[in-house]
């Protein structure tokens, strides 16, 4: 898969279960490294860096929130 995200874009990722958007994100926020491949921000690799500088740039809204706050 590829793609580029803009500065100051929005981006979304829709699909089917199974289709791996929550692996892909669990890879852009070094959640878990890719096995193969490259992930870049701002024209750096950053499959082994410190896990803070993909998070930082990156938000999801899971469409199952059970779990995430108390009632």
């Known amino acids: 898969m590829t793609f ?3 500065e100051g874009e ?3 990722l829709i699909g089917p279960n ?3 958007k929550t692996t892909l994100f ?11 491949g ?3 921000l701002a ?7 410190h ?3 993909s998070q930082s740039s990156v938000s999801a809204a899971p469409s199952n929130r059970s779990g995430c706050f108390p009632t």
């Open 18 to 20: 199974g289709a791996g």
């Open 38 to 40: 490259r992930i870049e």
């Open 10 to 12: 929005i981006f979304g």
């Open 43 to 49: 024209g750096e690799s950053i499959v082994g860096k």
């Open 51 to 53: 896990a803070a500088r």
């Open 26 to 36: 669990n890879a852009i926020t070094a959640i878990f490294p890719p096995t193969e």
């Open 4 to 6: 580029d995200i803009q």
